[in-house]
């Protein structure tokens, strides 16, 4: 509308063959129109680059989330593999337990959100270990499938039992720690038992992390220090 405004007064400026203060008013009246419609253009220009930029990046962490389920789908379905059904189950329950502690800030919103913020960060570090820690028993069942006798297959299915049974208790505080917080009603007596549920998630990552180290430094002769990282998932 701008830009026709203005188109029409400098047609008629020309058609008309207006003069004096007639053609000044023609003038502003097409330099007005003609400004108002270049800026305009250029700020839906700008908007609308704006929201493609935004969309790029939505759809940059859609595939990335995508990418991280498919790949603990993958993983899920290897598990399958050791005929050990508490790994599978365990993972199932890791992966509920996550969701559910992400929804955490919904399900308890009147509760100090900087400390619920450290449970969900402490029970994400909880659910990484616990994946890497039942990537390793697929490991061990693996090399214990390759060993002929029973003597040699012996120690490394107890490391392996270790790791299980560990990822199974720290399957269960994850899931207590989450009905306790979820058991919360009182603000005034919430900061208190959200600081004991943190330190109680703290002490189950060191005591896991200690576990799967000791596995790696039993098979592979290295410091417990020395141990590989953790690939995340």
Excluded: Y
């Excluded at 004096?20 to 250029?42: E, I, K, P, R, Y």
């Excluded at 005591?207 to 020395?226: F, H, M, Y």
């Amino acid at each position: 509308m701008p830009f026709m405004a203005g188109s029409a007064a400098f047609a008629s400026l020309f058609a008309l063959g207006l003069k004096g203060s007639a053609a000044v008013g023609a003038v502003l009246v097409g330099l007005v129109g003609m400004t108002a419609a270049a800026g305009t253009f250029l700020t839906k220009f700008i908007l609308g680059k704006d929201n493609r930029v935004k969309q790029l990046i939505e759809e940059s962490r859609n595939k990335a989330k995508f990418d991280k389920k498919k790949a603990l789908d993958h993983f899920h379905h290897r598990l399958g593999m050791d005929g050990d059904e508490r790994t599978e189950i365990a993972m199932q329950d890791l992966r509920s337990l996550r969701q559910a502690f992400q929804q955490l800030d919904k399900i308890a919103p009147d509760l100090n959100r900087a400390m619920i913020e450290d449970i969900q960060q402490r029970s994400e570090e909880l659910f990484q270990q616990c994946v890497s820690s039942l990537e390793k028993t697929l490991q061990l069942w693996k090399t214990a499938e390759s060993l002929v006798s029973k003597t040699a297959r012996k120690p490394i299915l107890e490391q392996r039992e270790k790791l299980v049974a560990e990822v199974v208790q720290t399957v269960e505080h994850m899931s207590q720690t989450l009905a306790s917080v979820q058991g919360i009603t009182s603000r005034s007596d919430g900061d208190i038992r959200l600081q004991r549920l943190r330190s109680e998630l703290d002490q189950s990552l060191e005591v896991a992390k200690k576990v799967e180290q000791r596995v790696d430094s039993l098979l592979s002769g290295v410091p417990i220090q020395n141990s590989q990282q953790i690939n995340k998932i």
